[in-house]
C-alpha cells in the first residue's frame, strides 16, 4: 500500500472516518435511520422501467401493488418512529423502538436470497447486486436481469417461464419487506396469484 494503493493513506482515513460517524450516528439513534418510503420509491422507478423494457403492464401492476404495500408499510413505520422519538425514557417506549428497530433490520434481511442469485450464490440481494450480463439494460433487479440474458436462445414459453419465476421472487421479496415492517411474521402473507406472460 505504501508504494502503489494508497502512499499517504488518504483513502484509509476517509473510509475511516465515514465508519466512525456512521456507527456514532448509528450508536446514537434510538431508532434506525432506515427510509424505507426513499426505498419504495425507488423500486417503483425500476420497476416502471422493467415495464418499458418488457413491455409488458401485467407484471409491472403485479409488482406495483407490493411496492405499494410497502409503501404504506413505510409510511405507517414513519409515523411510529416519529412517536418512538418523542418518548426517550419511558419503559414501554424503550422496548417498541427495539422491536421498531428488529423489524426495520428483518425488512431489509427479506431482500436477500439465503442460496444467492442462481448461478452466483455470492450475491444474496434480489434488487441491488451486480448482473450477471454487464451490457444488461437492467442495472436492478439482477435475478429478472440475467434471466432476460440468459434466455436469448429459449423459445418463448421457456423465456417467459424464466423471467415470471425471478419476478415472482422479487414480488414475494418486496410483499415479505413489507409485512415485516408491519409486525406480521406469518408465512400467510406470500403472494399468491403470480401469473402472467412476459412479450418476447
Do not use: C
Request: proline residues 4%; negative net charge.
Amino acid at each position: 500500500m505504501v508504494k502503489h494503493g494508497d502512499p499517504l493513506f488518504l483513502r484509509h482515513l476517509a473510509i475511516a472516518e465515514i465508519w466512525g460517524l456512521l456507527a456514532l450516528r448509528l450508536a446514537d439513534d434510538p431508532v434506525l435511520p432506515f427510509d424505507y418510503q426513499a426505498y419504495a420509491s425507488q423500486l417503483q422507478e425500476h420497476t416502471n422501467a422493467f415495464a418499458v423494457m418488457l413491455n409488458n403492464r401485467q407484471a409491472v401492476n403485479l409488482m406495483n401493488g407490493f411496492i405499494n404495500n410497502l409503501s404504506g408499510a413505510a409510511m405507517e413505520v414513519l409515523k411510529e418512529a416519529k412517536k418512538l422519538q418523542l418518548d426517550l425514557y419511558d419503559e414501554h417506549s424503550m422496548m417498541r423502538r427495539r422491536l421498531l428497530n428488529d423489524r426495520l433490520l428483518l425488512a431489509e434481511r427479506s431482500f436477500l436470497q439465503t442460496e444467492g442469485l442462481q448461478g452466483r450464490g455470492w450475491f444474496k440481494h434480489l434488487l441491488y447486486s451486480p448482473p450477471e450480463d454487464y451490457d444488461s439494460k437492467l442495472s436492478f433487479f439482477p435475478g429478472i436481469a440475467d434471466a432476460i440474458s440468459r434466455s436469448g436462445n429459449l423459445s418463448s414459453e421457456e423465456r417467459q417461464v424464466a423471467v415470471q419465476h425471478e419476478v415472482w421472487k422479487v414480488s414475494r421479496a418486496i410483499q415479505r419487506a413489507a409485512s415485516v415492517l408491519r409486525g406480521e411474521f406469518s408465512q400467510q402473507n406470500e403472494p399468491s396469484n403470480l401469473s402472467f406472460s412476459v412479450a418476447p
